[in-house]
């Protein structure tokens, strides 16, 4: 089986600073690794990938995250917040074998404060 | 380039209504398709998925049922609906040998009175 934990169910981060999301998982073999944001009432756009390489990814709206395989980690940062960056994210995984399936971690709501 | 749609964008649908939402998808052939249902703006639960046309698999046991008449349409039915059933529902397709990430659709909002 398969799980992904997204431990903070909110995030707060002054605009301008830094910003991280955490995730990790669990996954049997090597994983293939994504990062989604939500806007309200929107589906899920589709952010970065870790599939096989570099350990550190870069994506869309300038983020990137950095995958870590002795901690089982891949967490979403982002050097300077904006305002626009409040959103929900979700970390998924899925296994590097065959047609696997997503599992989706429940979603951390980033708010970006002016 | 690809596109997803969905139908509607919204839904108010009384207890014990019929239910038929509506997923296509251009640009790509032989797509992976995915139903996904989201409660009170979180989790993401895999409803069903398609890797082929007449091919479902259903996740989770309920009274929704997927079909897949075409090659880039899923279709979300139910016969009659409960009030558990109201959420966010989202379709998504994948390439079957490829990036494997999956994009997704806008999303249905279903609000069953």
């Known amino acids: 089986a398969q799980s992904v934990a997204q431990p903070e169910d909110q995030v707060n981060v002054a605009e301008g600073n830094p910003l991280t999301v955490k995730c990790t998982y669990s996954v049997s073999g090597n994983p293939y690794l994504f990062w989604y944001v939500q806007y309200p009432n929107r589906g899920l756009q589709f952010l970065l990938k870790?599939?096989?390489?570099?350990?550190l990814v870069k994506g869309s709206y300038g983020f990137e995250a950095e995958f870590n395989k002795s901690q089982t980690s891949f967490h979403l940062k982002k050097p300077s917040a904006l305002v626009s960056d409040s959103a929900l994210y979700f970390c998924?995984?899925?296994?590097?074998?065959?047609?696997?399936?997503?599992?989706f971690g429940t979603g951390t709501r980033l708010t970006i404060i002016p | 380039s690809q596109t997803i749609h969905q139908w509607p964008a919204t839904l108010v649908q009384p207890v014990g209504s019929p239910l038929s939402l509506e997923c296509t998808v251009e640009g790509t052939s032989n797509p992976n398709l995915y139903w996904y249902r989201q409660a009170a703006g979180r989790g993401l639960q895999l409803l069903f998925y398609s890797v082929g046309i007449g091919q479902i698999s259903s996740e989770v046991p309920q009274n929704l049922s997927a079909s897949r008449p075409q090659d880039r349409q899923f279709i979300l039915s139910s016969k009659k609906l409960l009030l558990s059933d109201s959420g966010f529902y989202l379709c998504a397709w994948s390439e079957v040998r490829s990036s494997y990430e999956q994009y997704f659709g806008p999303g249905t909002r279903l609000t069953v009175t």
């Open positions: 870790y599939i096989t390489g570099d350990n």
């Open positions: 998924a995984v899925r296994r590097n074998f065959g047609n696997e399936k997503l599992t």
